[in-house]
């Protein structure tokens, strides 16, 4: 019995022993067998010099040249509304009546009461002739007259503060009273923008304030728009700086012909300086941006056993402005390195690549996508 269970107890440690060694040399041919290179397909440019018009940028908004929210002077029951939210008025245009009835009738009586004043100074003013009146009740009776007109012409100002008119030509925003609401002095009865032209403003370092003069061309886009570029021209540079920023605020104007930028909006402002720039300038798409700096993948050849490969290296540069589908770099490439400029986040140091352009949309300053 003891004879056979050492023989399965060999047999059992015989196999064990059979299959360790079969894995041993399975691992050891698996070893000394070359693995295989991975190789990337990226897209790459080449880094060149172009000339740029030197500018300065910055963030702004839109202003109207006039823009107000109508409202009455004067308390009062609206008693017609004659425009639509959203028109286009001219100067003087009526907007709002308020009822008038009461200052209406006022009017009336005080008028009576004019005619009458005048009537009497006429008669004295025949009576004080023939000396039969004196200076002094001529005096009060002019001073009556002049009294009674005094007192019309002030409810005529109150009728005429309750007929609310456009006071420059504009488009109006939405309605905000109703027909038969009583309304107080200074509610906002609709807003009224003077839309061509408009002004751009933002603020700009006070290190650029000495290449600041007015009549300088200025350039705006906006997110709602873009494709399209606002050509205008620096109006106006305050002459004091901000305490808080040290920075100095300037004002550009637009003739806003088509209407389409709006007061409130948002939109990136470039000054564009006299002469032209030499800039070192890569494709946007080549930037990887990461909180420590932005980087970029520089393709080298390397040369091992008679046969060139391509691989990237990682370099930190520091970037300066952006043009279209281009980013100018100021240091850590120099003109001729070729770069990925797509297919960077499947990179890392060292990585073998084969370059792949024909699929690859051609970067441009100006850039137009067509409409989809």
């Known amino acids: 019995m003891k004879r056979n269970i050492f023989i399965a107890v060999g047999i059992v440690v015989t196999v064990l022993i059979v299959l360790a060694g079969v894995k041993a040399l399975q691992i050891r041919k698996m070893m000394s067998s070359p693995w295989p290179v991975q190789v990337e397909t990226i897209s790459s440019a080449v880094a060149h010099e172009e000339n740029w018009s030197d500018s300065l940028t910055a963030v702004g908004s839109i202003s109207a040249e006039q823009g107000v929210t109508v409202a009455p002077e004067i308390a009062g029951t609206v008693s017609e509304i004659a425009f639509e939210s959203g028109a286009t ?24 009461q004019a005619d009458w004043a005048k009537v009497s100074a006429e008669r004295l003013r025949k009576l004080h002739a023939d000396s039969t009146v004196s200076q002094s009740e001529l005096d009060q009776a002019e001073a009556a007259l002049k009294q009674a007109n005094a007192n019309a012409d002030n409810i005529r100002a109150t009728i005429e503060k309750k007929i ?90 637009f003739a806003n012909q088509e209407k389409l930028l709006r007061p409130g909006m948002f939109v990136r402002a470039e000054v564009l300086l006299p002469g032209d720039q030499k800039v070192l300038v890569i494709p946007a798409t080549a930037l990887l941006s990461a909180p420590y700096g932005d980087s970029v993948f520089v393709i080298e050849p390397q040369v091992a056993g008679g046969k060139t490969n391509l691989t990237v ?60």
């Open 89 to 112: 008025v001219n100067k003087g245009d009526l907007l709002v009546k308020l009822d008038a009835a009461s200052e209406e009738a006022q009017l009336r009586a005080a008028e009576a």
């Open 313 to 372: 290296q990682q370099k930190f540069i520091r970037t300066g402005r952006a043009q279209g589908d281009f980013v100018s770099v100021e240091s850590g490439l120099k003109a001729g390195d070729k770069v990925v400029s797509a297919g960077i986040f499947k990179l890392r140091n060292g990585v073998s690549v084969q370059e792949n352009n024909k699929d690859t949309p051609k970067p441009s300053l100006s850039p137009n996508p067509p409409n989809s």
């Open 164 to 253: 609310i008119r456009a006071p420059f030509a504009g488009q109006l925003g939405i309605r905000l009273v109703n027909l038969g609401e009583q309304i107080a002095a200074g509610k906002g009865i609709v807003s009224l923008q003077a839309l061509t032209p408009v002004f751009a403003d933002f603020s700009l370092p006070q290190q650029d304030l000495q290449k600041l003069q007015t009549g300088m061309s200025v350039r705006v886009t906006s997110d709602s728009f873009p494709d399209k570029k606002f050509e205008g021209e620096l109006a106006a540079i305050n002459p004091d700086l901000d305490v808080a920023t040290r920075s100095v605020r300037s004002r550009a104007k």
